[in-house]
């Protein structure tokens, strides 16, 4: 009989140990699993500051817009010495000096100047 009783308590011993174990690895999981959550939280919240500061921006580039009753959509630009008007992106446009550059915001504008249209205008 004594050697059932000192087997079922070294069997207890072994089981209370694996439990100790096992408990001591659940507390360090739970604490891992916090961590986890709170760089998940400081992520999230980064997030969030990020798309309100973009919201943010967003909306005041849609008040600038509303703002701006009359969007100028194209740019004239003709040399006070030539006899053409171009488009501002057109190469002959480019190559005007900035002290003999007239700039129109419509081709009406330009064209009552008594600027001839170049090819890069339609």
Request: glycine fraction near 2%; hydrophobic fraction near 35%; charged fraction near 35%.
């Amino acid at each position: 009989m004594k050697v059932i009783e000192q087997n079922v308590m070294n069997s207890f011993r072994l089981a209370k140990s694996d439990i100790i174990q096992m408990q001591t690895e659940l507390i360090e999981f739970r604490k891992e699993q916090e961590e986890f959550v709170n760089k998940l939280a400081e992520v999230q919240s980064g997030e969030h500051w990020i798309l309100q500061k973009m919201r943010e921006q967003l909306r005041e580039k849609i008040r600038a817009t509303k703002e701006h009753k009359h969007p100028v959509r194209h740019l004239y630009v003709a040399s006070k010495e030539g006899k053409k008007v171009h488009t501002r992106h057109c190469p002959y446009a480019l190559n005007i000096k900035p002290k003999t550059k007239v700039v129109f915001k419509t081709k009406a504008k330009a064209l009552n100047k008594g600027y001839k249209a170049c090819s890069c205008i339609r």
